[in-house]
């Protein structure tokens, strides 16, 4: 009987050490590109082919700039990098004993070494109705859909007329006064009173109203307290109201009504209040702390798991660090570099943080900046260092070019003067009389 041929010899790449990172977000990205050098081969599994700029999130919901600038294509990382791979799938389950990873698909992946920074979703806090009524703003396609009900509204709005109603405004009510609430906030300010007064002349008055829902006594509770005077300020007098001091017991179809019992009247409620794990983290056997986030030690290995690191959002470090772009992107290089040593023979260092500091924009020229935990900055200055941070930050030479341009023409002078909003597709809205009967034409 003659003999099978024998199986094919492993290439040099496949028996290198196998890095499994989940999540292409700022840690899982910084993860990858700190492993570019080291003799491993990485597998990148993201349930988007896409990477998103987040903190510009709420320029694409106020129409601002187009979901692709705020993106970039994950596939993209091979041009530099070929010892990665990118797998464009949901993770289910992880084996710790086991050593491997579960996908929806049902691919199982094995690993040497696992990063988990598959990031968070929206915490909701079990508020009734805030999940079936209230927009979040986490996503690229969360951002695109508060872009176009906004325009949908406001045609509503000016529709009305046809009714035989004249319409007074839309109100806005942005829940959550951290810098994605004011952020979003002050980008709707600038919409409404640069371009679309002149825009919606049916409606009476402004064409929306904007105000943020805050349960503590003051906004941008993160940052010092003479920087949180400043953004209050320039807040109110871009036209946002703030309703501090109560929370959001319940959001309906068209309001919310807070925990003191106040309902306010709302037709559009953006939910920026808060995030957590995703539900599948709860299963995966793990050790969790504070919010149902995966305990790390210092050097950010799972407690327990010396070959699983967890980074970013997901993870809470006995430092405490904030879930902010600045501590997933240290913590994303800092694992990536020690599952470098590890392979070396190395011992792993613990995550030193640097706090760079804070910033938020209000709007044009107005914007805060907490540097090294200590140096404030306002106005200009603050706004030009928070360009320069968040263009630079994006992925990809063309997103910081059109993203630069993009914001120069929103807020520059004099093109801040009649901007135009980038806008989607929004339904026609048809008057509820009805039709008039044409004229009949033609002899008699």
């Known amino acids: 009987m003659p003999a099978r041929p024998a199986a094919p010899a492993a290439t040099a790449a496949q028996t290198l050490p196998h890095v499994v990172v989940i999540g292409g977000g700022f840690a899982g990205l910084a993860a990858v590109r700190a492993l570019a050098k080291a003799p491993v081969r990485i597998t990148l599994v993201d349930r988007r082919v896409y990477t998103t700029f987040q903190p510009l ?38 084996d710790a004993a086991g050593r491997t990873v579960t996908l929806l698909d049902g691919t199982r992946l094995e690993y040497d070494h696992l990063v988990l920074a598959n990031g968070v979703s929206v915490n909701y806090f079990g508020t009734p ?5 209230a927009l979040p703003m986490y ?29 007074d405004g839309l109100r806005i009510v942005v829940v959550g006064g951290g810098p994605t609430g004011v952020e979003v906030a002050g980008a709707m300010a600038e919409l409404r009173d640069a371009g679309l007064r002149p825009a919606y002349p049916e409606i009476d008055g402004e064409a929306f109203d904007v105000m943020i829902v805050q349960r503590g006594a003051e906004v941008l509770k993160a940052f010092d307290a003479p920087l949180r005077r400043y953004a209050a300020e320039q807040l109110e007098r871009r036209g946002v109201t703030l309703r501090l001091g109560a929370g959001v017991a319940e959001v309906h179809a068209d309001g919310v009504v807070l925990t003191d019992g ?19 983290v709860a299963r995966w056997g793990l050790p969790l702390g504070d919010g149902g986030r995966i305990k790390v030690r210092d050097d950010l290995r799972v407690e327990g798991h010396d070959e699983i690191f967890a980074v970013g959002d997901v993870a809470v470090s006995p430092a405490g660090l904030p879930q902010l772009a600045q501590p997933a992107l240290q913590s994303g290089r800092r694992a990536g570099r020690n599952i470098a040593a590890l ?46 941070v968040h263009v630079m930050g994006l992925v990809g030479p063309r997103n910081r070019l059109v993203t630069l341009m993009g914001i120069v023409t929103r807020y520059g002078f004099p093109f801040h003067r009649k901007p135009v909003p980038i806008v989607g597709d929004v339904p026609s809205i048809r008057s509820r009389r009805p039709a008039r009967p044409e004229r009949e034409t033609g002899a008699r």
């Open 262 to 280: 106040t309902r306010i009247p709302s037709d559009l409620t953006i939910w920026s209040a808060g995030v957590a794990p995703h539900e599948e």
């Open 139 to 167: 996503s690229r396609s969360q951002a695109i859909k508060i872009r176009d009900q906004l325009f949908v509204r406001l045609e509503e709005a000016a529709h009305a007329v046809e009714d035989g109603t004249m319409h």
């Open 57 to 94: 999130l709420y320029q694409v919901a106020s129409g601002g700039l187009t979901a692709g600038n705020v993106t970039y294509f994950l596939r993209s990382l091979r041009l530099r990098q070929k010892n990665v791979r990118v797998l464009h799938e949901h993770l289910v389950d992880v």
């Open 129 to 133: 109705g805030a999940k079936e009524h």
């Open 343 to 388: 392979v070396a023979g190395r011992p792993t260092e613990p995550l030193r943080y640097f706090d760079k500091g804070t910033m938020a924009i209000i709007g044009r020229r107005a914007a805060i900046a907490q540097v090294l935990g200590k140096i404030h900055l306002t106005r200009g200055v603050a706004w030009l260092a928070w360009l320069f």
